[in-house]
């Protein structure tokens, strides 16, 4: 049973325009969140995290959004830029030491 | 200042041998993880460790045995390799916020990747 689910293995986004990345969870006791970045033959990179307590955080052109009662979030990205096509894992946590990753999603921005 | 390394980046196995990943970090981070990803399945945990001389089981522990003797070293090992352990291994490591003992980490910092083909 996947507890993380992301539903879409690919997008692709025109330049500057918006990229939304989607997450859905089924555990409700996972209160920590997080966005990770990956390119071709690297280790994932941290990109943006939110706590259960705020529904919105922001950095820079990387936004996440966090609607608990729906258990979803999703990450938003303005404007896309060419070197944002990686794939994209969200991640949760519920007060342990572990995080259970979603499947990811190839985000391909076109220039 | 290296992050964290892993050795090594790529190895080919016959079935039924065996090997040990070694995984080392220099940020004095007190928890490390072992994730294998493969296609369609995300990263999924292998086994963790909270501090040197402790380790624990993730959702995928079978066929792996690991060891932290030293809090910057975290070993994956397979005794007897599988065609199924075909993957590639991530280590991890971070460190509590709030300091140690805390339930949420800090971000996790992950190496490059050991890419593992069992014939």
């Known amino acids: 049973d996947q507890q993380v689910k992301q539903n879409s293995p690919s997008l692709s986004v025109q330049e500057g325009r918006i990229s939304i990345l989607n997450c859905d969870y089924t555990?409700?006791?996972?209160?920590?969140f997080l966005w990770y970045k990956k390119y071709p033959a690297e280790g994932p990179t941290f990109l943006i995290s939110?706590?259960?307590?705020?529904d919105k955080n922001e950095d820079g052109r990387f936004t996440v959004f966090l609607n608990k009662s729906a258990k979803h979030l999703s990450l938003h990205i303005v404007p896309s830029q060419p070197g944002d096509s990686a794939v994209y894992f969200c991640?949760?946590?519920?007060?342990?030491?572990?995080?259970?990753f979603g499947t990811g999603t190839r985000l391909k921005v076109l220039a | 200042n290296a992050g964290v390394t892993q050795t090594p980046k790529f190895r080919v196995l016959k079935t039924g041998q065996s090997m040990t990943l070694l995984c080392a970090q220099d940020?004095?981070?007190?928890?490390m993880y072992w994730y294998r990803q493969d296609p369609g399945m995300g990263l999924r945990l292998i086994h963790y460790?909270?501090?040197?001389?402790?380790?624990a089981k993730g959702e995928v522990p079978d066929g792996y045995n690991v060891s932290r003797l030293k809090k910057q070293n975290f070993l994956l090992g397979l005794e007897s390799a599988a065609p199924s352990q075909t993957s590639v291994y991530f280590c991890?490591?971070?460190?509590?916020?709030?300091?140690?003992?805390?339930?949420?980490?800090?971000?996790?910092?992950f190496g490059p990747g050991t890419r593992l083909l069992v014939l």
């Open positions: 991890a490591s971070s460190y509590p916020l709030g300091g140690a003992g805390g339930p949420h980490q800090e971000t996790q910092y």
């Open positions: 555990n409700s006791m996972f209160d920590y």
């Open positions: 939110i706590s259960s307590i705020k």
């Open positions: 991640a949760a946590s519920g007060g342990t030491y572990k995080y259970i």
């Open positions: 940020m004095n981070h007190e928890y």
């Open positions: 460790s909270v501090g040197e001389g402790t380790t």
